[in-house]
């Protein structure tokens, strides 16, 4: 028979909201009360599910773009002309302009979703932690939730938001592949030497994967910071990577090769063959 006991006590104590006697009297129901036993360690898994998600720093004109966005908001009261549906328009245009607000408005609506799906579908009895339908799921949305914000960091304008999304990928478990693929679009391509030795950290704890190996080979050719050329040269040196002899032996052909990088290339080619 399902307990009948009030679940709002049972919050309750999970928030530590009760008063001593009823937090003993809890306890008491706890031990001997397997509904509700269940039901407090599903939420407590959840709970902890959700504290794996990162949460962005606010940029610096924050303040800036809250200031207009009440300013909006005071000459709209004032004015009373705001349909519903120019209302709805308004935000359509918010949150097109404001990435940022997007991005917090999906992780609002994705724990809102999966937290109203735990409450209405909370599991009786039998949980095993982490075998729950619902846990599953939120762990799930949680890992693709870490995706998307890394990814989104990796195409910030600002090179220090850069920085942070590679370190995100450190939060990611698995070979992600889409992950992988932006790690070497930045390698590649960004504008800032800094970006890329941390990307190319990043990469290193992916070369069991072949395609890495092979990616990270071919992006010796693309560099053309002294930084990034030499940290790959130590990174093709530590995987004793020969593959690599050729694309540096292109490289030292080029007339304007930073002169300790050239001496270090040459360093590693004799060390390879």
């Known amino acids: ?7 709002a006590q ?9 008063m001593p006697a009823e937090r003993a009297a ?3 129901h706890l031990a001997t009360c397997e509904d509700c036993s269940a039901e407090l360690e599903a939420s407590m898994q959840m709970w902890n599910l959700m504290e794996e998600i990162p949460v962005p720093e606010p940029s610096g004109n924050m303040q800036m773009r809250f200031n207009v966005m009440l300013d909006t908001y005071k000459d709209a009261v004032a004015e009373r002309k705001l349909t519903s549906l120019g209302l709805i328009e308004k935000l359509k245009q918010l949150f097109t302009l404001q990435p940022a607000f997007t991005m917090a408005y999906s992780i609002i609506l994705i724990v809102a979703g999966v937290s109203v799906g735990l409450l209405l579908n909370r599991p009786a009895q039998g949980i095993v932690a982490g075998t729950t339908p619902q846990i599953d799921k939120l762990s799930a949305q949680v890992h693709d939730l870490k995706e998307t ?6 195409q910030n304008p600002s090179a220090s938001e850069r920085m942070r999304g590679v370190s995100f990928t450190s939060e990611i478990k698995g070979e992600n592949k889409n992950i992988i693929s932006a790690l070497f679009v930045t390698l590649n391509n960004d504008d800032n030497p800094n970006v890329r030795l941390v990307t190319l950290e990043a990469l290193t704890h992916y070369v069991n994967d072949p395609a890495v190996r092979e990616g990270l080979i071919q992006s010796i050719e693309e560099q053309d910071s002294p930084l990034v050329q030499s940290a790959l040269a ?5 995987l004793q990577e020969k593959r690599s002899v050729q694309p540096f032996k292109n490289l030292l052909k080029q007339k304007d ?4 990088v050239r001496s270090k290339i040459q360093e590693t080619i004799t060390q390879l063959i």
């Open 257 to 260: 090769l930073n002169m300790m």
């Open 26 to 28: 809890m306890e008491r």
């Open 149 to 154: 914000v890394t990814l989104a960091l990796l």
């Open 1 to 7: 028979m399902k307990c009948e006991n009030d679940k």
């Open 10 to 18: 049972l919050t309750l104590y999970m928030n530590d909201q009760l």
């Open 234 to 238: 130590d990174v093709m040196l530590k």
